[in-house]
């Protein structure tokens, strides 16, 4: 497969050729609190950031190792006589720089960018005519490192590549579950929560666990682990340290935990498949880091270098936004987005996204059939006579952004063939599309990137949207010849393509708003944070409880502003928005994340809609945290099915100044129940605050962390938020 390195973010500062270097330790960069040093008496190199550590044994003299990975609190996580890494190529597995099978050191090299750091190993393979080089990138303020490998030759045969390999002390190991199937509509409250569900467990000796991915990231398990370590006096949150990783990659993976006698021995990459490299390609990306604090810890490190490293400073800012998709399906028109504008507008909304249908020929098999006319790229004139681009302009004058559905990845099979798109560009696995409605574009195929790339950039050009929603409702991996790849690695082609057009899309228009939705959240790594600045979690979007169990799970891992749910009208469960038993619920169990609203406003009476505006209104007070935030889970997850009493999620500001609690009250039987906030200055006096009763006092930090805010039940809502500030 012909592929470039697509992730060449850095501008190279100096390289160090080894070749006569004094010796003694020296840095070579500094950023903030991270720095790069070289021991070149040692064969070392040492990257610390966040208050870790990693030393790596870079020299000619030895061969490669990760020599060790310390956390802020001094614990050794990983380290000793083997590196990071293997290499797969033809039949044969190889360790990653080690000199008895070939690899040869070519370089060393520091480069950085703004505040990011990164070494760059370099070694030759020349028994497989291979140049491999073993990127270490960190940022300051956070104990995290990203980590890949490129691979450049004129024709190598490569299996299985792999994103790290360690062997760490033994614990309990956690992880989330994926989203299980993607069937809309609110799931039987019969059956419990599966989905985005916090899941642990210590193995024991002897024994393994496996995890992966067979076609999009979080189909089955959300690519991001935890591993507790031993309770440490310099902890500063609740448990002692933390190991985490978490894979930047979209497509299919695979992990391994391996409990033996000397730890756990972890291994994650991509599944079994070989590919043909011809030039620089990276393997998948992965963050790993050790922090203090237990799971809250590890979240904010990971938090802070997805901020800071992978989306390099970009913010994330949740905007109240409607979306046309449950109330409407493909049934709209110019005149009844208007009319809609006006409305939700009115009620505090600030983004306005036409969903799938507005081009021509859908509907065809139901409203909610949009499959057909997939693909054409065009507004129907029919009901759209003057385009798109006037809906974009009402939302501006209403002072509202307007968004864009798009689904580039699929075309429906109607408008196969010139001059629309190429049958040959078309994925298909055993011959077969794998759906009569509809294909999918392998994104292997340059040809069909260019094309699409072409009817992307003609559209936003065109409507000028502020916001694109770009969604996925299928994937197969393709084994068909004639796109660049073979029959095992089609699906690591078409991810590897799918980053070099969202790349493109996003040098060219840097301040359009990217919305990643996958059949809802099946495709949710934290590598698409590059890409994307929000995250639709699931179509299965009601009832309350169940959006609060997807929020609750997956904030343990990506920021809360990312995660996006919809206000509906639930009425068949329970939920109505007209004469609500509870609007504050239903609008509360989505404000943790990114608020969305998705119903007929136009079936609600004065005092509905003061209910909802006020709502909104509070959600807009808390969003100055939220977009900065990082969660911690202070109870048992929400259920739909045997629920805790209470269920409460704490998210706090990076700077300390501000947190916010959500608390929803599920048993009427226990009518009182005491949140306990974490990671509060013990010296500090803090406000509490109730967004309906206003302020109920100050106490130290200490004392909150003690003795907690206890809540009582409620006549109006069984939902309760709670701001805290610090004075």
Same mark, same amino acid.
């Given at each position: ?86 290499? %797969? ?92 199937? $993607? ?57 002692? $340290? ?65 901020? $800071? ?184 082609? %078409? ?159 990076? $700077? ?24 509060? %200055? ?46």
């Amino acid at each position: 497969m012909r592929r470039r390195s697509s992730h060449t973010f850095f501008t190279v500062l100096f390289a160090i050729t080894l070749h006569g270097t004094a010796a003694g330790a020296a840095t070579l960069a500094t950023s903030g609190d991270a720095s790069i040093s070289q021991d070149t008496a040692a064969g070392t190199w040492t990257l610390r950031a966040g208050g870790a550590a990693l030393t790596l044994a870079v020299d000619r003299s030895r061969d490669f190792q990760l020599v060790s990975l310390v956390s802020p609190s001094g614990q050794k996580w990983a380290g000793g006589s083997v590196p990071d890494s293997s290499v %797969h190529v033809g039949s044969r597995t190889l360790p990653f720089g080690n000199r008895a099978d070939g690899f040869a050191l070519e370089n060393a090299a520091v480069t950085t960018r703004g505040n990011l750091l990164q070494l760059d190993a370099t070694y030759t393979l020349a028994s497989a005519n291979l140049t491999l080089t073993r990127h270490y990138a960190i940022v300051s303020g956070s104990p995290s490192i990203e980590t890949w490998t490129t691979y450049t030759a004129v024709s190598a045969a490569l299996s299985d590549l792999n994103a790290i390999q360690l062997v760490i002390p033994a614990g309990t190991i956690h992880w989330l579950t994926g989203l299980e199937g $993607d069937t809309a509509g609110a799931p039987d409250p019969s059956i419990p929560d599966t989905a985005f569900t916090l899941m642990q467990q210590a193995p024991a000796i002897g024994q393994r666990l496996t995890f992966g991915a067979a076609h999009r990231a979080s189909e089955q398990t959300v690519p991001w682990f935890a591993v507790d370590g031993a309770t440490s006096e310099s902890s500063s949150v609740r448990g002692g $340290d933390e190991f985490y990783m978490a894979l930047m990659w979209s497509g299919a993976w695979t992990a391994t935990f391996d409990r033996t006698a000397a730890g756990l021995q972890l291994a994650i990459g991509l599944p079994a498949m070989t590919t043909t490299v011809e030039q620089a390609t990276d393997g998948p990306h992965l963050v790993f880091g050790a922090a203090g604090g237990g799971m809250p810890g590890a979240s904010s490190a990971l938090r802070s270098f997805i901020f $800071d490293g992978i989306r390099a400073g970009r913010p994330i800012t949740p905007l109240v936004t409607y979306n046309t998709w449950f109330a409407y399906g493909t049934e709209i028109d110019a005149d009844s987005m208007r009319a809609e504008m006006t409305r939700v507008a009115a009620l505090g909304a600030e983004l306005f996204v036409v969903d799938a249908g507005w081009y021509a020929n859908t509907g065809i098999a139901g409203p909610y059939d949009f499959d057909a006319g997939l693909g054409s790229w065009t507004a129907d004139p029919a009901r759209f006579p003057d385009g798109l681009r006037p809906l974009r302009d009402y939302a501006h004058d209403l002072g509202m952004q307007f968004g864009l559905w798009v689904e580039p990845e699929r075309v429906g099979l109607a408008l196969v063939g010139a001059p629309a798109v190429d049958e040959s560009w078309l994925a298909t696995t055993g011959g077969s599309y794998g759906s009569d409605d509809a294909a999918q574009i392998c994104l292997a195929s340059a040809a069909a990137r260019a094309w699409l790339l072409d009817r992307l950039t003609a559209l936003i050009d065109d409507v000028q949207p502020d916001y694109i929603k770009w969604d996925n409702n299928m994937m197969i991996n393709c084994d068909r010849s004639g796109h660049g790849h073979g029959t095992s690695d089609g699906n690591f082609a %078409h991810i590897s393509g799918l980053y070099d057009l969202l790349g493109a899309l996003r040098a060219r228009y840097p301040d359009l708003l990217i919305e990643n939705v996958s059949g809802g959240g099946n495709r949710l790594d934290i590598g698409m944070l590059r890409y994307s600045d929000a995250g639709w979690m699931d179509d299965r979007t009601a009832p309350a409880s169940h959006v609060r169990h997807n929020l609750e799970g997956l904030s343990a891992v990506f920021p809360p502003a990312y995660l996006l749910s919809f206000v509906t009208d639930h009425s068949g469960g329970g939920e109505p928005l007209h004469d609500a038993p509870d609007l504050s619920l239903y609008f509360r169990s989505r404000m943790s994340g990114a608020l969305g609203l998705c119903f007929l406003s136009d079936g609600l009476v004065e005092g509905d809609e003061q209910a909802i505006s006020r709502e909104i209104a509070i959600y807009k007070e808390m969003r100055g945290t939220i977009s900065v935030a990082v969660a911690a889970l202070l109870t048992a997850q929400a259920e739909t099915t045997d629920p805790p009493p209470w269920d409460a999620l704490q998210e706090s500001a990076t $700077d300390g100044g501000q947190l916010v609690i959500t608390a929803f009250q599920s048993d009427d039987g226990v009518s009182r129940f005491t949140v306990t906030p974490s990671g509060l %200055h013990e010296d500090f006096t803090y406000q509490v605050q109730s967004v309906d009763t206003g302020v109920l006092g100050a106490a130290t930090g200490a004392e909150l962390m003690q003795n907690g805010i206890e809540l009582v039940q409620s006549p109006n809502s069984a939902a309760h938020v709670l701001i805290i500030t610090r004075q």
